[in-house]
């Protein structure tokens, strides 16, 4: 769950980077559904528990068809209806459909879109979970094939982003022309981390850095503390101390690592990009101006939803994984807990989004190396915290034209506040509270603060309540309308020094095992940003096709 990832990243300039809704309606209802009405035979074997399915009861039946079957097989198996799972079975219809026919995407639980959870009551539409993403041309594709072009809503590009320091919300600067005015870093700051970027700094250390370790050494202690330490709270809730420069921010790193300094290395991506042959742009997208993020009118839960209807009976949910056994030859099978009882279904391909510590458990049969290396990765705690204040509990000093504007804050923890980040929902989309009224949304938790778990939502509220008087709200304002605590937690993937080398352990092992087919999806392999999921959902696809393809050949 990627929370204050998109809302507030550094300017692209400057960044280093870079689940929801009701019963699918396109979905029909299990009852109806001929692949889960067995017969008794095969209900009494598969009830059993027995962990063998005789490979001989296994009969191929298209999905949507009128028959009733042993079990069914189709093309590829995605194993989870969060966003990166629906965007691979999308990315493998629009784009792959020659070769993945039939594809099928389980859900455990009664609705699609992971983390992704919009609300809407009272006037109020609020977010739960991610709440925004990068309107990168991957995800706006996801959109425009869903059918919701016409329902995307953008932030203003030019809203400021916040920093507290010194007790004071300090605007990030936008651009280069920015530079010599934010007060966010002192003129002594603004030169160290100028002669690092152009090189003037100690030389890599030969083993992998930290973040924290990276920026102080090319960038500066200020550029740390100041930025990229309350970065990392936004977007990983994560330990810059603990946190992989390589895995986390691999952009950045690798251009230090190809052009020998930041500066350096961005000439070089620039040089080859215009070397490169331009691919044409899809007439279809939208084209967003500037540094912005982007949602959808009635919030992020129309996307997961949109594309679970246009896959209609596809989605399954309320099928929770129980098992999944590798067939003599290629393929798999695998037995479903569904409302109706046990299911069998078998599967050329399979991709698991689920996150690793559920796919652990679930490949711990198969291959115990790649099982261990995937109980290691760690999710810490975060809670969304969603309340609302009149507008005049504002503080002046925090107010534009009379009126709160801007994409949201963040807070280093040197600054003595709980709360990891602040985001101006009212004012970054419309229509998402009524008249006079200020929505905010908190988050608060973190690897550096994993103690909120056993706190009351009442607590919650209260910290956040008592930061945020700190420096946004008066303080003798009267008490905020709490909408919404959510706590998650397992909220975000760390991406810690070794993170890219025990998902290298893991795939390798699926792999020497003799797992063809078997693939590792979702934000632990991508990344925690939303639109990075949907950009490793295409990328998952495209193996899953070449895959296929190649099996077709054999």
């Not at 969304?384 to 994409?407: H, N, Q, W």
């Amino acid at each position: 769950m990627a929370s204050l990832t998109e809302l507030l990243p550094l300017p692209t300039r400057w960044s280093f980077s870079a689940r929801s809704g009701s019963r699918n309606p396109g979905s029909s209802s299990h009852a109806k559904n001929p692949f889960v009405n067995l017969p008794t035979k095969t209900k009494r074997l598969l009830l059993s528990r027995c962990s063998v399915v005789k490979e001989s009861m296994i009969s191929s039946s298209k999905p949507g068809g009128d028959g009733a079957a042993d079990g069914y097989s189709v093309d590829c198996v995605v194993v989870g209806g969060g966003i990166s799972g629906l965007g691979i079975a999308q990315a493998l219809a629009t784009k792959h459909g020659d070769v993945a026919r039939e594809v099928i995407v389980t859900e455990a639980r009664d609705r699609v879109g992971g983390n992704i959870t919009t609300v809407e009551q009272d006037g109020y539409l609020w977010e739960e979970g991610p709440n925004s993403f990068q309107p990168s041309d991957p995800i706006l594709t996801l959109a425009v094939d869903s059918g919701l072009k016409d329902e995307l809503v953008l932030g203003d590009p030019d809203a400021p982003r916040f920093v507290l320091w010194n007790g004071k919300l300090r605007p990030v600067p936008a651009k280069p022309t920015d530079l010599p005015f934010f007060d966010l870093m002192s003129f002594g700051g603004k030169l160290r981390a100028g002669f690092g970027a152009i090189g003037i700094r100690p030389p890599p250390p030969g083993h992998e850095e930290s973040v924290e370790d990276f920026v102080r050494r090319n960038l500066g202690d200020e550029v740390f503390e100041r930025l990229i330490e309350p970065f990392c709270s936004g977007v990983y809730a994560g330990d810059p101390s603990k946190l992989s420069m390589k895995a986390a921010f691999g952009k950045v790193w690798k251009l230090e690592q190809n052009g020998g300094s930041i500066i350096g290395g961005t000439f070089k991506a620039i040089q080859e990009r215009s070397r490169s042959p331009k691919q044409p742009r899809d007439p279809r997208l939208p084209k967003p101006k500037g540094q912005t993020v982007g949602s959808f009118r009635k919030g992020l839960a129309m996307l997961p939803n949109a594309i679970s209807a246009g896959l209609g009976s596809k989605v399954k949910l309320s099928w929770k994984l129980s098992s999944i056994r590798k067939l003599d030859g290629r393929g798999y099978t695998l037995i479903y807990e569904t409302p109706e009882g046990l299911v069998s279904l078998q599967a050329k391909s399979v991709v698991m989004t689920v996150p690793s510590y559920v796919a652990s458990s679930l490949l711990q049969p198969l291959s115990e190396v790649a099982a261990d290396a995937l109980s290691k990765f760690y999710y810490p705690p975060v809670a969304a915290v969603t309340v609302s204040y009149p507008k005049e509990a504002i503080r002046k000093e925090c107010l534009m034209d009379g009126e709160l504007k801007g994409f949201g804050q963040l807070h280093p923890r040197s600054q003595g506040v709980e709360t990891l980040g602040t985001l101006y929902s009212s004012t970054l989309f419309p229509n998402r509270a009524p008249p006079g009224r200020v929505l905010l949304l908190n988050y608060i938790g973190g690897a550096i603060n994993t103690g909120i778990v056993s706190k009351s939502k009442s607590d919650l509220v209260e910290a956040v309540d008592r930061d945020l008087r700190k420096m946004l709200i008066n303080t003798n304002a009267v008490d905020p309308l709490v909408l919404g605590v959510r706590v998650w937690p397992q909220a975000i993937p760390q991406f810690l020094i070794g993170h890219l080398d025990l998902l290298e352990a893991a795939k390798t092992a699926l792999e020497v095992g003799g797992m063809e087919g078997l693939f590792l999806g979702g934000n632990f392999v991508s990344g925690v940003a939303l639109g990075r999921c949907v950009e490793g959902a295409y990328e998952s696809a495209a193996q899953v096709s070449n895959y296929l393809a190649k099996y077709a050949c054999k």
